[in-house]
């Protein structure tokens, strides 16, 4: 027991580690008080500056939190084509922070718009947040994401062109991990069918394997490593040598670095900190997903994923935030199926019906340009990802490329070969002996392009969305009729509408609250 006429330190700690044994007297001499609680109001102060030093850059930027706090994540039930860009950029006027949450720049998120001017632009994203283009928008890139500072360097500098104060108002993760040339070399010999391992699974050669690979054997080299160049030099000879390749590559990987060492961290910042204390204070953050959940590395169709968590599970791992926070979960539903890169696709439709999806929808691919595969919509694999991430509403994209057709197949289960039915089940070995099972709905005849109401769709369009909501027990919210933002036609009686434009245009009011009003998180 401590002696009685000595002060007892709210916090003792042993006198290796540099403490004094008693703590010192206050500014007049007095020793200071034993009551345990006595140092609280000096630390929530502290804490308080370094949460108002946090929030700075979103105060600027945003103003006041809102009246009535939105948490929303937009994923995708399918492989990842279904236009989650979009989707993001038609939320972001709702919230105050748009984040990007894992993946890199081997997603690519298209948004098309059109300027005050009446001119119609398109964008093609890889790294920064779709919705980055609307003022009083936070654009964060969380530590889940990783990074190619050539990459990010390049879109920065296309943004000016329609969001000239973006490096004012963009923080990045600083622990998010870089992607190196190295990276891509490597990525590049792998799928080429050299390396230590040969399977082609049919990647982007971004790098992002390797990097992630990296990441996981503890050698990765993060945004914040960039303050230390004798880490940073350690670190990239320990990938040179782990990969095998020749010593050169870490002079060379070093001097491409120097190029974005000071603008990488210019916008580098603590972003789980920041992401937090802005939830904590009311502000609504949208979160952006890359890829679909059949990609997940956990439980995806394993080989053929990426190296990145996909589903809802990425938010907490990509952001620090807590899951349950997340009220809104979006899913982007193509009308039709696609893919790219190698492994089973069921519905797919090699001959007529796959080359006329791929034409009308024009569909390839944003960072590759390959050509994807195409063909009816599997709803059991919907179904699947909807049960996997518990989406709480479903937008369905690229409806108008299914206008003409005289029927329209849609997949509600598989055939097995011993003739019973399945569902959908991520493995290959399965998923290779399955066959289609269609159900076989009315098309619609007429065009669906230039409506400007949901209630306008035809009476079959209509039919063909309440089937997809009552077989996955998810609402269908909305149905996109082409790429801009003006062809989402939102059903008005559906949760989401409020946070669409067409029924909050003004988004959600951002005027200080007065005392004694609250804020509900949905």
């Not at 007049?28 to 929530?44: C, H, I, M, Q, T």
């Not at 390396?195 to 992002?208: P, Q």
Request: net charge neutral.
């Amino acid at each position: 027991m401590p002696d009685e006429e000595t002060p007892v330190s709210p916090c003792p700690g042993p006198p290796s580690v540099g403490r004094p044994a008693r703590p010192p007297d206050d500014a007049n001499g007095r020793a200071p008080s034993r009551d345990p609680r006595a140092l609280w109001p000096a630390l929530g102060a502290s804490r308080e500056a370094r949460r108002g030093a946090l929030l700075a850059p979103l105060t600027r930027t945003a103003g006041p939190p809102p009246h009535r706090q939105h948490i929303t994540w937009v994923g995708d039930l399918q492989q990842g084509d279904g236009g989650k860009g979009a989707m993001t950029d038609r939320l972001a006027p709702a919230h105050q922070i748009v984040v990007r949450v894992q993946g890199g720049d081997n997603a690519g998120h298209t948004t098309v718009f059109t300027n005050a001017a009446d001119e119609v632009h398109t964008l093609k994203n890889h790294l920064l947040p779709s919705g980055v283009r609307h003022p009083g928008v936070l654009a964060v890139i969380a530590n889940g994401v990783l990074v190619n500072p050539r990459t990010l360097a390049g879109e920065i500098a296309s943004s000016a062109a329609y969001a000239p104060e973006l490096r004012r108002r963009l923080v990045v993760s600083d622990r998010a991990h870089l992607v190196l040339p190295l990276h891509r070399l490597v990525d590049g010999r792998q799928e080429s069918g050299g390396g230590r391992c040969s399977d082609v699974i049919g990647t982007t050669r971004r790098g992002i394997g390797p990097a992630n690979v990296s990441k996981a054997n503890r050698i990765g080299i993060r945004v914040r490593d960039l303050r230390d160049p004798d880490l940073l030099r350690r670190r990239i000879e320990q990938n040179v040598r782990f990969f095998g390749l020749p010593s050169g590559h870490a002079d060379a990987d070093l001097a491409w670095l120097e190029t974005y060492r000071d603008p990488l961290l210019s916008v580098a910042a603590d972003t789980v900190a920041l992401l937090g204390a802005a939830a904590d204070a009311g502000y609504s953050v949208l979160l952006e997903g890359a890829q679909g959940p059949v990609l997940d590395l956990e439980h995806g169709t394993y080989p053929y994923v990426t190296t990145s968590p996909t589903a809802f599970y990425s938010v907490t791992s990509g952001t620090g935030l807590d899951g349950s926070l997340v009220g809104h979960r979006v899913g982007v539903l193509k009308a039709y199926q696609t893919m790219v890169g190698n492994g089973p696709f069921v519905t797919e439709d090699a001959g007529e019906l796959g080359d006329r999806l791929r034409r009308t929808g024009e569909e390839f691919g944003t960072t590759t340009g390959r050509s994807r595969r195409c063909g009816w919509l599997d709803l059991a694999h919907a179904r699947w990802a909807a049960g996997l991430n518990r989406y709480t509403s479903v937008v369905v994209t690229k409806l108008d490329i299914l206008d003409g057709f005289d029927r329209i197949g849609v997949c509600v289960g598989y055939v097995l070969p011993d003739g019973g039915y399945g569902e959908f089940v991520p493995d290959n070995a399965y998923l290779e002996r399955c066959r289609p099972l269609y159900c076989w709905l009315p098309g619609w005849r007429r065009s669906t392009r230039g409506l400007t109401r949901y209630d306008q769709l035809p009476p079959e369009a209509r039919d063909f969305l309440r089937y997809i909501a009552d077989f996955l027990g998810v609402e269908v919210a909305a149905a996109g009729t082409g790429p801009a933002e003006r062809d989402l036609l939102v059903d008005p009686a559906t949760r989401l509408a409020g946070l669409l434009p067409s029924h909050a245009a003004a988004g959600p009011p951002r005027a200080a609250r007065t005392e004694g009003e609250t804020r509900t998180p949905s």
